[in-house]
Structure formats: C-alpha cells, structure tokens
C-alpha cells in the first residue's frame, strides 16, 4: 500500500499558544473561541514573547491564565486595568492585555476602566459580553439586556428599577486616549474572521504606541441564558446584536 | 559622613524610598501626607522613574500591586480613610505574596477624620490585616525623621526578603516636624533573584510565569496557607525590633510607638529628675510585636503604663503580652492638652498620671 501521508496538509489545529488544560466552559461557552482569537492574533502578530495578560475576576479568570502560554496574573474584582497601567508604564514595550468580564469592567470595575481612559493609557482590553454574571450563577450584569431573565431579574429586567444596558465601547469611543474601540462576535465562521481583524488592530495600535484599543466580544452563556447551546446563536443574531449592534466605533491611526 | 539636611518626616519618607532604588510610586492626595506623592512627582521623573496620580487609593493599591508583579521596588502612601480604601489590595498582595511599601501617615479617625490634625487610631487596623482573610503585613513605626529614612529603607528590603506588603506608620506630628536627618545608605544584605517577576516570557528564554488565585496554583489550599503560617512564624523569630530607654531598672514601665514614644521619652527624663524610676519600652515593629521583651520588661518593673493618641488600641497587645501578670494603665487621647483637633499628650500629663498611680 502507498504511503499517503506526504500527501497530507495539515489545514487546522490547536493554535501553538493554546494550552493544553481541563476543560474550563460550560458546553457552548464562546470562550473557548475566544480563547483560540487571542491565541491566533498574538502569533500572528508576533508578540508572544512581550505578553504580560491580565485576567478579570469571572469565568475568563479561571481560564485565561491556564490556557493561553504567555506571562498572565489574575485581578482582583475589576482591577485589571490599574493594574496593567503599572505594568505598561514600568515596561513600555510589553503587549500588555486586560480580558474582562461585564460584571468585572462594566459594574465593579467601570471606573477602574473609565479612570486609564481618562489617563491616556496604551493597553489592549477584551471586554466579554454576555449579559450576566456566568461565574455567581447568572446575576443581572450592567448588560443584560431589557425584559431579560436572570436570576437577580426573575421577572426580566426592567429600567426602572434596573436601569439602562451598558454599552462599553461606544462609551470608550468618546475618549481621547482612545484609538480603537469595536464590537464582534464568534458566532459564525464570518465573523470569527472579523473579531480576529479588530482585535489584531487593536493590539497593533498599543504596539504603534497610538492609544488604548477596546474590543467588545458579545458571547454566549448558554446556562445564564437558560438556552441550549444552538439556541443561543439565534438569541445573538436576534436579541442581543439589536442592542449591541457589531462594528468599529472608532480607529485613529493617532491620538493628540 | 554622609550629607545632613533638615527636612519634614513626611519628606524622609520620599527620600528613604528613592535611597532604596525605589522609582515607582503611585499614589492619591489627602492630607496629611500629600508632600510624598508632591516630592515623588518632581523628583522620580530626574532618575527615570515614574509617578503615576491615581484616581483613588484604590487605584493606588492595584497600580502597586501591577508594578510589584514586575519586580521593582514599588510604594504608595496615603492617611487612614486611603487606607481602608487600600484594604482590599493589601491583602490580595498578602495572598500574591508581592513586595510594596505602603506608608500610613496617620489621621485622627474613624470615618473623615481630621485632616489637618493627628493621633494614632490606626494601630488595630495596620497589625491586624486591614483587609480580608487573615494575613499579616510586618509594620514600621518610626519615631523621628532619621528613623523614618532609614526605616524606608528596611521597609524595602524586608518587603523583597519575605516577598509581601510592608508598612510604614508615622502620623500628622512626625509626618509635618522638620528633623535633621543624615542621608546613609544601609546595607541589609544580599537578596534572592526575583524569578516570579512578570517580564513577558521571551526575557526568560521562553519560560512563563503566571500569577493565579492560590487555590489554582498548589496541590491542595491547605498547602498554601502552611507556607505562609511557616513565614509568618519565621518573621515573628527574626525580625521583632524595639528599643529601651532605662527600662532595665525601672518599677513603671512606659510603653508607647510613634510620636507617643518620643513625648514619653520627655515623660522619662522629667519624672526621673523628680526621682521617679521611669522606663520605656518601644516597639518599632508593631507587628511582628514584641510580646517577649515586653512581657520581660514589665515583669521586671512591676507596673505598666500605655501612652497612646488614640481610643485604647496597642494596649491591647501589650495586655495580651503581659497576661495579666502585672498591672496594665493606660493614658489615651484623653490625656490631650485641649479638646480641639491641635491638642496632644504632653509630658507634664505623662508625669501627672505617673503621680496618679504612685498614690495608689
Ligand atoms: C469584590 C468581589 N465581589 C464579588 C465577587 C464575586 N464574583 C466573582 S465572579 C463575579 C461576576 C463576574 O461576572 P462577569 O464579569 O460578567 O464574568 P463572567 O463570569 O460572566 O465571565 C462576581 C460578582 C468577587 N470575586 N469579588
Ligand atoms: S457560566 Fe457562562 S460564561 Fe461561565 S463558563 Fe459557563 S457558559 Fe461560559
Ligand atoms: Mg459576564
């Protein structure tokens, strides 16, 4: 029989940086994908070696540090960005990279956040949408959305006694410091490849020393959603993309 | 010698910082301690160093607790309604175990508290872990301007020696008195290599480090928390200071820390012309507190007497030290010389308790 193997193209596979750990998700988490966008636009851009990542208080906190192979610590509640202002000012040639959850920068961290926009900093932050608190049990985050069930809104949402769903890099975009401010998902194949674009920009405008760069990802939680994992592709592309529509908020290629 | 200038404590602080290669400091105002971070900003730019104005102490905390992860020598310093801000922080770099110097100078509280006046009411907070969990931070209490700068300096070294948070406690009086202070280096010793320290792996040839929740990190939680039992009895048997005064022939003993310590000592000579027999213990640790030589020392005189600026709080410790073998008095803030936010402890009121208690 021939030997067949020269003939076999590797067309797909774990990305170098992905770690091989326990699975840390719950079936039909998006941040497993999110993990493999990270991973992928870190060695494509070359900057392995110059990470220092910095984990939020949340299910990313758990994960992130065990599964991507660069320098990470973890934060303590919506801390990471105070954190990673030290960090960035002490070794200004390092890719430093906050991964936050909604509770973690949209509620208990938001001014920790709003505070090194409002200082100017150069730092990279993906921010994880997925309208509640995952790791507590599916509280109501700053981003669920109205109406929404959740365990802390057991009738939904309701702005008068729950206010308004936060929206962060809208937000973000009307600050100086800002270079970059965007919103994707991992939902399809399609926009897989276009949440990989905004975040490789944003890394590169803190490498470019531009401005800070924000990338939302609105992901899902099959469990906080009380949703099988297929029905929460349709709860995005119907629910949650109407309140938090994708794109680019802002892309300078400098800051004054 | 070493140049000699005359500076306020608050500004040896600052100096002994820097003196100790420190270049990182990130910090908030409140009074009374705003000439450090004041200093620090026109001073750490010259020497390539950074001063970043946070947006509160709590920002303050993670921007030491970011910069200790890179392994500098890192501080901040507030006053005590920063510091319960700071709560959190402190003991997440207790649990991270990451060198930071973090200075107290002192505000009569709780709450507000009085900005431009003094005392000593965070004794409880600093020696008993101001934040969650039970953690111990080794804490500084200086008692003059040169002790002030060169217990920065310690500060630093004994933060990077046994890896976690080190205080430095002064208060409004030794913050604000010009003192002549001598700039010395001091030489601790050698230290080990920092191979925990975030740099981005390619520094390390390929090799990474992470920082996770210690119940990530080691096989089995319990595990963690008898290493740092192990390090904090280690502290505890080697690095308790304090000093006497005449304390080794004396049938009062004065203990007091601080500012207090330097109004007892007035309280000592006085009383002794009088031909009381006036001693002094005073901890410069407060924690680890010198439970041994205290309880040694008043075993020896017989009777104790606290002098404290504040509710009653290291006379605490000093009962728990002396375990009832012998009697335990206490001057506190009461002893002031007016009611109004300016009055301190004199001497003379030292002196008067002291005739108090001889009359019993
Ligand atoms: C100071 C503090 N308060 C509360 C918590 C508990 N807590 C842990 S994770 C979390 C919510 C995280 O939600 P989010 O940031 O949305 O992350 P997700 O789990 O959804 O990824 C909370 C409230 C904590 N760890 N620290
Ligand atoms: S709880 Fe939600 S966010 Fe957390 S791992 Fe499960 S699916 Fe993901
Ligand atoms: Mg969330």
Redesign the pocket.
């Given at each position: 029989m021939k030997d067949k193997s020269s003939d076999v193209k590797k067309v797909t596979g774990r990305p170098g940086l992905r770690l091989q750990s326990l699975g840390m998700y719950c079936p039909g988490c998006h941040?497993g994908i999110i993990t493999r966008v990270i991973c992928e636009v870190i060695e494509e851009l070359g900057v392995a070696g110059k990470a220092i990542g910095l984990a939020?208080?949340?299910?990313?906190?758990g994960g992130a540090p065990m599964t991507i192979d660069i320098d990470w610590t973890s934060c303590?509640?919506?801390r990471a960005p105070a954190m990673a202002t030290a960090i960035k000012r002490i070794y200004p040639d390092a890719m430093v990279l906050t991964v936050?959850?909604?509770?973690?920068?949209?509620?208990?961290g938001l001014g920790c956040f709003m505070n090194a926009l409002v200082r100017g900093e150069n730092l990279t932050t993906v921010f994880?949408n997925?309208a509640?608190?995952?790791?507590?049990g599916g509280?109501m985050?700053p981003t669920t959305l109205l109406g929404m069930k959740t365990t802390t809104t057991p009738l939904g949402r309701d702005i008068k006694t729950n206010g308004y769903p936060l929206h962060v890099p809208e937000l973000a975009a009307t600050m100086r410091g800002v270079a970059y401010a965007a919103r994707c998902t991992v939902h399809t194949p399609a926009n897989f490849q276009r949440a990989k674009k905004s975040l490789k920009t944003a890394i590169q405008k803190q490498m470019d020393g531009i401005g800070y760069g924000i990338v939302e990802f609105v992901s899902a939680?099959p469990p906080?959603w009380g949703l099988k994992p297929l029905e929460c592709l349709d709860y995005i592309s119907e629910r949650m993309l109407e309140e938090y529509p994708l794109g680019e908020f802002k892309n300078l290629d400098k800051t004054d | 010698m070493s140049e000699r200038i005359l500076v306020s404590g608050n500004n040896a602080v600052a100096r002994g910082a820097i003196q100790a290669g420190c270049k990182y400091f990130f910090g908030y105002p409140i009074t009374p301690q705003s000439e450090i971070p004041e200093y620090m900003s026109k001073e750490l730019p010259k020497i390539g160093g950074i001063y970043v104005q946070s947006e509160s102490e709590s920002g303050s905390i993670y921007m030491v607790y970011g910069g200790g992860l890179t392994g500098k020598r890192i501080m901040t310093s507030t006053s005590s309604p920063g510091l319960s801000l700071m709560a959190?922080g402190m003991s997440y770099l207790a649990e991270q175990e990451i060198p930071a110097v973090i200075v107290d100078v002192v505000r009569m509280g709780p709450g507000i508290g009085t900005g431009g006046q003094g005392a000593q009411t965070d004794y409880l907070q600093v020696t008993k872990g101001c934040g969650h969990g039970g953690y111990h931070a080794i804490v500084l209490a200086p008692a003059s301007g040169q002790e002030i700068f060169d217990l920065m300096q310690l500060a630093f070294f004994l933060a990077d020696k046994y890896r976690g948070p080190v205080m430095v406690i002064t208060d409004f009086i030794l913050g604000q008195t010009e003192e002549p202070i001598e700039l010395r280096t001091l030489d601790f010793g050698p230290l080990p290599e920092k191979e925990w320290a975030l740099t981005g792996k390619e520094k390390r040839g390929g090799n990474r480090v992470t920082h996770v929740a210690a119940f990530f990190t080691y096989q089995g939680i319990l595990n963690y928390h008898m290493k740092l039992i192990e390090k904090y009895a280690e502290i505890k048997r080697a690095e308790v200071r304090y000093e006497k005064y005449l304390a080794d022939d004396c049938d009062l003993l004065i203990v007091a820390y601080g500012s207090s310590a330097r109004i007892a000592r007035g309280a000592v000579d006085m009383g002794r012309a009088k031909g009381f027999k006036l001693g002094l213990f005073r901890p410069i640790t407060l924690w680890p507190f010198p439970v041994e030589a205290i309880a040694e020392g008043a075993s020896k005189a017989g009777r104790v007497l606290v002098v404290e600026d504040s509710q009653g709080q290291l006379v605490e410790d000093v009962e728990a030290s002396v375990k009832g073998r012998v009697p335990v008095h206490l001057l506190g803030m009461w002893g002031r010389h007016n009611v109004g936010g300016g009055g301190i402890i004199h001497p003379e009121r030292v002196i008067e308790e002291v005739e108090k208690l001889n009359e019993r």
């Open positions: 941040y939020g208080v949340g299910c990313s906190f303590p509640h919506g936050q959850g909604d509770g973690d920068l949209g509620a208990i994880l997925n509640v608190y995952g790791t507590t509280q985050a939680c906080g | 959190e």
